[in-house]
């Protein structure tokens, strides 16, 4: 890049060859070529994504965008750096070749108007440039400098940076060429430009240009709104392709899903259809598998269910001719007793208790098998609840030990045969358990505005020791012992269980709680009109006046206290 003697008679000057890296090496360019640091962090998002379809929608675009944003962005800065480098360096070679074609042919001291005729020359044709021409009057400006402006109202001397200017005029002593030409992008009115500048070496005038690059901007800007079109394409064809391969994995899933619903519901007999040998067809066939085998352990647990509830229910009907005759016997020997063997009679007393408790046994057994059996069938009639509950109480000769709180005008429909059952158990659970003091009995009436009806409330409350914590969530079991050590009750274990079964056969519940002040709480809830589709009459009912189940003992006799 080292500029010839520009003098008269020696032919044509050689300017400086355009310095790639001189607007970097001493002067401010009007692009920052410094790499800037990322202004933000990503934000994560807290939404939580619970739909499938969207998941996979979302990926797909996001990797669709992200893919065509880079490819897009790469493609841009390649094809900009390659157009703007074009458009430069044709501009700068021009003008090169003008100014030392125009710069030979001066004389040693031109004049002003030969500067204004070479840079007449110099922008006529097809330049796309303006051009500035200085020339320093005589050695060291004596004479004043001569400015030449080819077109003054785009492009004049005050327009040059500065900085380009003292580039252009500093001289490097430690290279062959003692001038270099220098160039920087800027900004006019928001438009981008070419500004260039070089000296003829000793004491050669000093050229300016400016070119336009607005043409390589707007085709820069074409080519951005084409890949973002491109790239919005993209992202839109990706989510359909999403939405189609969504739907092509989710339509099986869909069905595993309603079939595991269908399964869950007790509807054993659902299979799904196996189509193709993919990893979903494997699923397929893997839950037909697992519903194949599951059916088969139902239907196998449903007979062995039935077999023993057909077993206990004829033992219990076979046990029951006996034990009738046995009961006979037993209480005409309960007569003699006291005329019997002083050593005999303890014997006869245990075999007459022993009795009636089994035969209490075979009962509850007949009374839980219609339950499990679903043949248990209620007489419903209107039932004054505070008469009931006298009537039970005298019957069984508590009248001492039970405080009775009752409104005689609370009335419900219900089987009062079955209602003595829950009452008999409840009270004698809390007699025998009570330590031998008085059970409070309440009745009260509550509206459940959850299930909108009215409902009769029964609280039996004894003043004993209450019921240990780990105790009170089996309370209604069938033959659930507190006490492992002491299996052995008066009672048959299935009283509560029994008064439980006839509460939600009409429609209500039993719970049990501990009250603050001590002892047990039994609640009795019961709706005053039960559901509809128990209006029936129970051909089963051939049981005494207990109604099977009333031995007023807790499941199992035992329960710490």
């Known amino acids: 890049m080292c500029p010839a003697a520009a003098r008269q008679g020696r ?44 998941r996979l929608v979302t990926v797909f675009a996001l990797v669709a965008l992200v893919a065509a944003v880079s490819v897009s962005g790469i493609a841009y800065w390649l094809n900009r750096d ?32 030969m500067l204004r005729d070479m840079g007449t020359i110099m922008t006529s044709g097809n330049q796309t440039y303006q051009v500035v021409l200085v020339d320093r009057g005589g050695e060291d400006g004596e004479d ?13 001397l005050d327009m040059v940076p ?18 270099h030409l220098y160039w920087q992008r800027v ?14 070496i000793d004491g050669g005038p000093t050229g300016y240009l400016l070119a336009s690059l607005i043409p390589e901007r707007d085709d820069l800007n074409s080519l951005a709104w084409s890949l973002g079109i491109a790239t919005a394409l993209a992202v839109i064809g990706s989510a359909l392709l999403a939405q189609a391969a969504a739907t092509t994995v989710l339509r099986p899933v869909a069905r595993l899903s309603n079939a595991a619903q269908r399964l869950g519901e007790g509807k054993l007999h659902t299979r799904l259809e196996e189509r193709g040998a993919d990893e979903l067809a494997e699923l ?16 196998d647990l449903r007979a062995r269910e039935a077999a023993s509830r057909r077993f206990v229910a004829d033992m219990s009907h076979e046990l029951r001719t006996p034990m009738t005759a046995i009961t006979a016997v037993t209480d005409v020997l309960e007569e003699e007793v006291d ?25 509850n057994l007949m009374e839980v098998t219609r339950f499990d059996a679903g043949t248990a069938k209620m007489v419903l009639d209107d039932v004054n609840i505070a008469d009931q509950l006298t009537h039970c109480i005298d019957a069984r000769a508590w009248l001492d030990a039970v405080e009775l709180d009752a409104d005689r005008t609370i009335t419900a429909r219900l089987d009062p045969r079955r209602l003595d059952v829950i009452l008999a158990n409840l009270i004698g659970n809390a007699l025998k358990h009570g330590g031998g003091r008085s059970v409070r009995v309440s009745v ?15 609280e039996v409350a004894d003043q004993g020791p209450g019921i240990p914590e780990e105790v009170l969530p089996h309370v209604f079991d069938r033959f659930y012992k507190a006490s492992a050590s002491r299996p052995r009750s008066e009672g048959s274990g299935l009283g509560l269980s029994i008064a439980l079964e006839n509460a939600h056969l009409h429609g209500g519940e039993i719970s049990a709680a501990n009250a603050p002040g001590g002892g047990a709480v039994f609640t009795l809830r019961l709706p005053r009109r039960p559901p509809e589709n128990d209006e029936d009459t129970d051909t089963d009912s051939g049981d005494d006046g207990d109604g099977g189940g009333a031995e007023g003992g807790r499941p199992g006799e035992e329960r710490s206290r």
């Open 82 to 113: 390659a157009v703007l480098t074009r458009a430069q360096n044709s501009a700068l070679k021009d003008f090169s070749q003008a100014l030392g074609d125009g710069a030979g042919g001066l004389p040693e001291d031109p004049a002003c108007e």
């Open 162 to 179: 500065a900085s380009l200017v003292d580039a252009v005029h500093e001289r490097r002593d430690d290279t062959d060429a003692p001038y």
């Open 284 to 299: 397929s066939r893997t839950f037909n598998a697992a519903a194949e085998s599951l059916e088969r352990r139902v239907e």
């Open 339 to 363: 005329s019997l063997d002083p050593m005999i009679a303890p014997a006869v007393q245990l075999v007459v208790s022993e009795t009636r408790r089994l035969n209490s046994l075979v009962e």
């Open 444 to 458: 009260r009436e509550e509206s459940d505005e959850a299930l909108g009806r009215d409902d009769v409330v029964v």
């Open 187 to 200: 900004e006019i009115d928001g438009d981008p430009y070419l500004i260039g500048g070089a000296q003829v």
């Open 11 to 54: 032919g044509r000057a050689v300017l400086p060859e355009a310095d790639p890296h001189g607007a970097r090496r001493g002067l401010p360019a009007g692009r920052s070529f410094v790499t800037r640091r990322a202004r933000g962090r990503l934000i994560r998002s807290a939404l939580r994504l619970t739909s499938l379809r969207l």
């Open 144 to 156: 004043g400098d001569c400015v030449i402006e080819t077109a003054p109202k785009s492009f004049r």
